[in-house]
């Protein structure tokens, strides 16, 4: 069932679609976000939540990165929010303080938001390898003889935004160079999330590596 993060989360994507193509790819200032994109006075509603100190606490928990909906650089700033969120009594409007950062939403959540999927957070990453050589030819007839997939109106095409994203972080990859790996969160563009010290393969969610006990650089 879905919270209050899930929530603004959801209307934020709206926000950003409804603006125009290439919005939900495009970073913004963290004040966007609670001034004009989802305000506290006409968004209450929709988002639940019974006080403008709660309304504070979900836009503190998404800027924090909670469930990976969102990326706030600098990465000094999203640390600080990250310790706030784990204090004992946390300042919910410390975000305030930082109106100046850069928000990165998530683009594979916020495809999978606009698709109308009930679970929209990101999955973590999965290989389907199959059977035999055979099995792999008939996926590819079954796909040419099914046609193209309808967009969606918001649809996230690359094609369209001129901008690449990381999967993993929602970080903007240059697009003028070949990219091995993001420059935000040191993963590769496609294949398994590794860690970035000793290479071992990680999930989605782990801040340390099982194999080496070092930070991953991501939630």
């Not at 000094?76 to 100046?100: S, Y």
């Not at 969606?152 to 929602?170: I, K, M, P, R, V």
């Not at 070949?178 to 420059?183: D, T």
């Amino acid at each position: 069932m879905a919270d209050e993060l899930d929530r603004l989360f959801g209307r934020l994507v709206e926000a950003l679609a409804e603006a125009g193509p290439g919005r939900l790819a495009t970073p913004f200032v963290a004040a966007e976000l609670y001034e004009r994109l989802v305000p506290y006075r006409s968004n209450r509603a929709r988002l639940n939540v019974a006080t403008h100190q709660d309304y504070e606490m979900t836009v503190l928990r998404l800027l924090a990165g909670e469930r990976g909906y969102a990326r706030l650089e600098p990465v000094d700033v999203r640390e600080a929010l990250e310790r706030e969120i784990a204090a004992t009594n946390p300042d919910a409007g410390l975000f305030r303080n930082f109106a100046d950062a850069q928000v990165m939403i998530n683009r594979i959540a916020a495809e999978r938001f606009l698709k109308g999927e009930r679970v929209f957070a990101p999955p973590a990453p999965e290989r389907v390898e199959p059977e035999d050589a055979d099995a792999e030819l008939d996926e590819d007839v079954e796909e040419v003889e099914a046609g193209p997939v309808p967009r969606s109106h918001f649809s996230l095409d690359e094609s369209e935004t001129h901008t690449l994203q990381c999967a993993y972080c929602g970080g903007t990859l240059p697009g003028a160079r070949k990219v091995n790996f993001c420059p935000h969160c040191g993963q590769p563009p496609s294949g398994e999330l590794r860690c970035p010290a000793c290479g071992s393969e990680v999930d989605v969610g782990w801040a340390y590596c099982v194999s080496c006990g070092r930070s991953t650089g991501f939630e």
